[in-house]
């Protein structure tokens, strides 16, 4: 099961600790989901999740100083606390009472503060564990920001994925990942590619060897991570297969799940596959905002068919 450390978490969001005492290096987080336990304060428990990380808001925490007495509240916070909390979030600058502080520090749950306002921190923290925790396999390619628009170029070893990348690089595109993406669904509808921490920034160029992307071209040049809009497989050009010479039916490759749209490109001596890859970023891009040339190319021979018809007639 997919998981991330405590202390990234901690460091990531800037979390201030209020238990210091209490290791949490060993500590993981295994749900994307987050829990706001207002109701287990009160004491319902029906269907509590103890494994998600805790979010104390206002509303919580007025309930926790103004509505129960001394007692109560050790009785409730004794509860809440037995159970197997990765940590405990209080937003907004509220410090929990000396009460809950010794109870935590008791049943060895980590508490932490942060300024931020609860509904931005919960946003914020949901959408990092997704992606953190989502499903991920790992495929041979290269991926690349092209005008906005996340490039997956794979093939063959030996092809030219790198030097295409290489290209598109030096005329101003960025590089997330070469020869390994790692690939995360975060929905049906989006799968996320970034780099293996070894092979972050770096560049393999057969003749060459290893080059630093970022060292070489800037901080502009690279990226951490990209949503995947379209696949570029390059194979080798077999001139007893018949490719696609104007696109109007759109094919796909999956991955996760999903289905990505996908031009299977052939290689030859002479093409430049990095204005290969410019045009199919620009063409796709198109198409998202609701324009298709193949389909308007298809709209004008129709027309023009239709007209010499009723001239002959």
Partial sequence: MASVKLTSIVEKFKLESLTPDIPIDKIRVHQQDINRPALQITGYYEYFDSSRIQIIGLVEYSYMENALDEEQKRAAFDKLLSHPIPAIVFCRNLRPSDTFLDLAKQHEVPI????????????????WLNERLAPMISVHGVLVDVYGQGLLITGE????????????????????TDDVVELRKINDDTLVGRAPDITKHFIELRGIGIVDVKALFGASSVKESQVVDLVIHLEDWDKDKEYDRLGLDDTYTEYLGNKVACHNIPIRPGRNLAIICE????????????????????????ENMAKKFEEDN
């Fill in 157 to 176: 070893s030996g092809i030219g994925k790198s030097e295409a990348a290489l290209e598109l690089i030096k005329r101003g595109h960025r590089l997330v």
């Fill in 279 to 302: 045009s199919a970023a620009v063409n796709f891009r198109q198409k998202k905002m609701g324009y298709n040339a193949a389909q308007e190319l298809y709209k004008r021979v129709q």
């Fill in 112 to 127: 932490f503060i942060t300024n931020e306002a609860t509904s931005a921190f919960t946003a914020d923290i949901i959408r």
